[in-house]
């Protein structure tokens, strides 16, 4: 009952990065005030545990970390270098388990208060009487917000699965395909290669998925998720991505297609075209990959991530993309960039609203885009790892528009 | 910017569906003492308003459910057969909308507490002062859980191209080729013809997809999932599902893809084999068989849920599958069947602790299956509708072993 077979295992997490993970936990969290923090959200404890079998971790400022396991105990405890693995069958449990592993229970626990349902957010309550729980999502979103150079190759790794996946894309698309059709061929030739298919997103009702294959006017279609297009879908019930739509010559197919590998996002878009493009949408292409240069020079450790939008935007004004820059009116998304990760929605967010100040080791992606009501959509989106001076570009796709 | 091509259109849920759901929910409701219930997660406002942009639907008891969108209003309306439906800015607003609309607001106020973020009930507690809230998930979840003639007909699409899906899987299978190459080309024959790609299931770390292909041993490796077979998956952060194995000849290979169709999940599982399979998991095939025909005996309504569960048990027991019907000792699953519609784990579930009794209308996904260590699993799982005498079948792939 050992785990699977051999690149599985090459993808195991090693315990020197827990360990600087988990430093740097217990930092963020003595700034806080935080004596201990339970981590319940997956992506969160995977980060800090190596493993994302069924569990809680609990991390102290000092004694050793525990990590409660629902389900599979063996796995878990094969896949993470944590030492304290323990088996939980009850909540009610943790309490005294905690207190004869680790010493009296803190007075301030963190918990995710984000994103753990309030019905579970009780049941804590109740198991620790008399503590007080503070929101620890913001210290473990600021950890995990740099990353390590051991995350960087991960992210690397899901980038070369992109390049191949977006170069096997020129011998797939077909004139009249429907937009799912080519959606469906781009996820197998990434899940062959390794996509783990699923692109987690954090928040109720965040629904990450690959196949957002917007052509012509799908690319001016509005969806519920906050993004330039978002695409019809196939029914009212996943109303985002690619649709049932015959892709046509002569114009623009938006392919925002993420690759999830060993859990790390890469993150990408590229506009395909069957035959050659109108002009304006070329030119509003070459606007767009601008508008990345500018936000690049912009994205400085130090500055602050709502003030990149706004450089952004300016630009898109300036050079009479206002209609169309991140959106139609009064439907615009509220970013041209993101971090990404575990997660597809991780911060900074280079976006209205957002006051904190990049720095160095955070990875973005880059996504200016520029709608054309009823025609579709144009755009770009890069990956850049931001560093003391200057950048590393890691997705390594072509820039250009892939015209078959 | 209207909403996509016909296929689409055609899924849109009529306005006498809706009705008669809301009429469900406000007896339940009333039963419950609830005086309006506050609709936010997706699976549940697309249940009862017919589109899942992004939004919140407030149910009364007696005035016009309000429809409050986030994004993309156009669409919500296009979508939506209720009347009342108006843009949301801020949850600020709620309650004078509300008032204004619907008279006052009710006293006991419903949200659904189990999948509800805690940050954001302590947020509609501020808002709504002096109100109480009470956990409305068990009186939706009983509104859902017995199918309308319209809801059996989208299980029913999903289930057509499960059994094409299935049937192409024949020619897709060979000799040393990996699960997961497996899975994405089942998931590519899936998508093509209008798979949605998406598995919902409820709770928060839960993740539904269909790539669960398991050959061989990997039939025995547990996971994080209460399943019987939890396989590998690709990494320490995916450890369910398809892994990186080559598939061998003469052992059984469990292929349990779920496909979405409108929203609603078919879900069945088959085990191919490429060449014979040696006898005892032939034997054991047989048993799976004969289990989930005693289990369709059984569940009847009015008959405890657990009950159901308890009766598949004793008869592996007494045909000496005791250590591994539903998965290897210590490490069983705790069900062998559960309720399907938009999400995979809905109820009724026969498992342990299940006092529910079963209902005419529920949609059960039955799946025995029994576990052999270090060597494979085997079993079937096809879905019925439970009617007042009798039931229908809605699984349409044949029930042998597809060899090939």
Redesign the interface.
Known sequence: ?S??????KD???PSSEIEHRINCLRSEMARHGLGATLI???PNY?YFS?????AILYIPLEKDPILFV???M??AQE?SPLLRVLPLQSLKQLPDVIESHAGTIPQILGVE??????????RFQEVFRGVEFK?SSPVIMKCRMKKTAFEIEQIKKAARIAYEVYEAGKNLLQLGM?E??F???F??????R?H???I?MR???Y?G?S?HILSGP?G???????TPA?G????????TGA???KIQAHEPILVDFAI?????ISDQSRIYSIGELPEKFLKAYKVCREIENLVLKGARPGVKSEDVFLIANRLAFELGYEDGFLG?PG?KAKFVGHGIG?EANEIPVLGVGQEYPLEAGVVLAIEPKIVF??EGVVGIENMYLIKEEGYEKLTLIDDEIIQV
Chains 1, 2 share one sequence.
């Open positions: 009952m785990i699977a077979t051999d690149p599985y993808q195991l997490v319940i959200y997956r995977f190596g493993t994302s079998q069924n629902r389900r599979d063996d796995r896949e208060l984000d994103v753990l349902p309030a019905q579970e957010f009780f929101n429907r799912i059709e959606g469906a061929l996820e197998m030739e990434a899940k062959r390794g783990e298919g699923v987690r928040g109720l009702n629904e998925y196949w799908s001016s279609i509005v969806s519920d998720a906050d978002g019809s879908g196939l029914s009212p019930a996943f109303p649709g049932w739509r999830c590998c060993n859990g790390y139609l439907k575990l009501p009823g």
